[in-house]
């Protein structure tokens, strides 16, 4: 590898940080949530949707997770406007 290439790869980085890749969400923007279960959901990311108090979104996942645990958090501060799944699961606020 040159070494022109090595400095091109850092100054072009597409990794972010969680908060910065948050921003790019808008209130009423549809999410698609990956993971089966509560295994291998973007905890993180739905933590720093939560904290931003991004709303009016539109949830698209298997399930709803549980009351304090991923999409739960969203739908715990109303930040939901429509959610997409296929399997109620745990979440006493998403049966609601």
């Known amino acids: 590898m040159f070494k022109n290439q090595t400095v091109l790869r850092k100054r072009f980085s597409k990794v972010i940080s969680i908060p910065e ?3 790019k969400i ?5 999410v698609l949530s990956g993971g089966f279960g509560i295994c291998g959901n973007p905890n993180s990311l739905i933590k720093e949707i939560s904290k931003q108090k991004i709303g009016g ?3 698209v ?3 709803a997770g549980l009351d ?7 739908l715990n ?3 939901v406007k429509r ?3 296929s399997y ?8 609601r």
């Open 21 to 23: 890749a948050v921003k």
């Open 26 to 30: 808008k209130a009423g923007s549809t």
């Open 57 to 59: 979104l539109t949830v």
């Open 61 to 63: 996942s298997n399930n």
């Open 68 to 74: 304090n645990y991923g999409l739960g958090l969203l």
């Open 77 to 79: 501060e109303r930040l």
């Open 83 to 85: 959610c997409i799944s």
């Open 88 to 95: 109620v699961g745990e979440n006493k606020e998403f049966e």
